[in-house]
């Protein structure tokens, strides 16, 4: 939401079908998705959604894999460290 003409940019750049409106669905996503967690209405649903969303983000994101060697460590933490937080 603080900046979603960057977020577009990315989504752009990796090629991702409506960047605009993919965009204002994640983050409408993760919006919508922590205040049912915090408030603790459907929060199940909420909690697997996230968890969804934070796994195709990172695979799309932080594809160490496929990094230039100078990129590879940092990428592969960032997708550690987002995978980790999954649990």
Do not use: M
Not at 11 to 23: F, G, K, M, Q, S
């Amino acid at each position: 939401w603080l900046d979603l003409s960057a977020v577009n940019r990315l989504l752009a750049d990796r090629n991702v079908p409506l960047p605009e409106a993919t965009a204002v669905a994640a983050a409408t996503l993760e919006l919508v998705g922590a205040l049912l967690v915090i408030v603790g209405w459907r929060a199940r649903e909420a909690a697997w959604a996230l968890i969804a969303f934070t796994v195709v983000a990172t695979l799309l994101f932080h594809a160490f894999w496929s990094a230039p060697p100078a990129e590879f460590d940092a990428q592969r933490i960032e997708a550690l460290k987002n995978l980790g937080l999954v649990g």
